[in-house]
C-alpha cells in the first residue's frame, strides 16, 4: 500500500503525538508499505531575510539528513515531503492519505481522490486552538476515522456518519523496560514529565511534590522535557531533549511517576513509565483510563487535586509492598500494548469497507 501521513510540521523537540505517528510510519514502511511523511513547512528560517524559497530548500534538506526530527530514529525507507501549502500538487498520489490533527482534517478532505482513500487518524480532542464545533465538524467529513482511546471514540462516533474506528495505542516493551528492580531503587525518587501546556497539569504537580518534600527533605524530582530547565527547585534533576533509550533509563530510577495531566487523549509517558516498573501516581484525566485502574496498576485522584497526589505518593513512600505490588501489575498491564497487534489492526482497517 502507498499511505501518506499529513502532519501540520515537523518539531525539532519531542512530542508525543508525533512520535506515535512516526512509529505508525516506520513500522507501516517495514511491512512493505511505500510511506511518505507530508509536513508543512515550519517556517524556522523566518526571522532570516532569506526568500520563502530559500528557506524551503534548507529546510527540506535539514530533513533529508536528518536533523529534523533529531531525536526521533524515521527509517531512511519512510520519505519526507516538505509542503508549502496544501494544494493538490504538493501531494503524490497514494492508496491513503490520513489527517493527523485537526489543522490537517479540512486540507486533507479537499484533497481529490487521486491522492488516497481519506483517513483521519485521531489522538485527542484538539480544541486548544479551535472551537468544540470546529472540532466535531472535521468528525463528520466522511473520512474513515479512527481514533487511540475509547473515550475518543465515544465523542466522536456521536458526528461520524460511519463506523468510528478503535485501536489501542502501542507502547515499545523494547524500548521501555524494567532494568532495576523497583524493590531496588531509590523510594524517594519521582518522575516527572516537563511541559509548558496548561493541559499537563505542571501546577498540581509541583504542589504536590512541595507537600512530599516537607515530610521527605530527600525527596529527588528526575524531570524532563523539550525546554530548558525551567525555575525549579534544586532537588529537581532536569533532562532537556534526552533520547528514549535515556527516557527508559530515567524511568529506572525513579520508584514512582508522576502526572497531574487535566486532559489528554492517553498519556504516553505514564504507560512508558508503568512499562519500565515505576510505580504510577496520576489525576483520573480521561485518557489514563486506558491503562490505569486505580488501586490495582496505579494510584489515581482527581484531577487539580495536589494534596491527594500528595497523599498518593506518600501512601505508596510508606508501603514498601503496595508500592512495588502497583509497579508489577503496572509492567503486565502494558505487555498487551505491543505495536504489531496496533499495526495490523490498523492495516485492517484501511483495507475493509
Known sequence: ?????????????????????????????????????????????????????????????????????????????????????????????????VATAVDTALPVYKLPNEKGEKVYLIQGYENWNYSNLYVNKTYSLGMKNIVISRWLQKIVQNYDHNKTYFIPNAIDTNMFYPIIPTSQRSKHTIGLLYHKGKFKGLKYAFDALNVVHQKYPDLVVMMFGAPKRPNVPKWYEYYSNISSKEVNLLYNKCSIFLCASIKEGF???????????????????????????????????????????AENIMKLFEDDKKRISIANNGVKSIQDRTWDRTIKEFEKILLSK
Open 1 to 97: 500500500m502507498k499511505i501518506t501521513f499529513c502532519v501540520p510540521g515537523i518539531s525539532r523537540k519531542p512530542v508525543g503525538g508525533e512520535k506515535v505517528i512516526y512509529e505508525f510510519a516506520n513500522r507501516l514502511s517495514s511491512n512493505g508499505n511505500e510511506v511518505t511523511i507530508a509536513a508543512m513547512s515550519r517556517d524556522i528560517f523566518k526571522k532570516t531575510k532569506l526568500p520563502l524559497m530559500v528557506r524551503l530548500a534548507i529546510y527540506r534538506i535539514a530533513i533529508r539528513i536528518k536533523l529534523i526530527p533529531s531525536w526521533f530514529n524515521l527509517s531512511n525507507k519512510v520519505k519526507v515531503d516538505v509542503i508549502s501549502s496544501y494544494e493538490a500538487e504538493n501531494f503524490k498520489n497514494s492508496d491513503f492519505i
Open 267 to 309: 498519556g504516553l509517558t505514564g504507560a512508558e513509565s508503568m512499562a519500565a516498573g515505576c510505580a504510577l501516581v496520576s489525576t483520573k484525566y480521561k485518557g489514563v483510563f486506558e491503562y490505569a485502574e486505580d488501586n490495582y496498576n496505579a494510584l489515581l485522584t482527581d484531577i487539580k487535586d495536589s494534596k491527594g497526589l
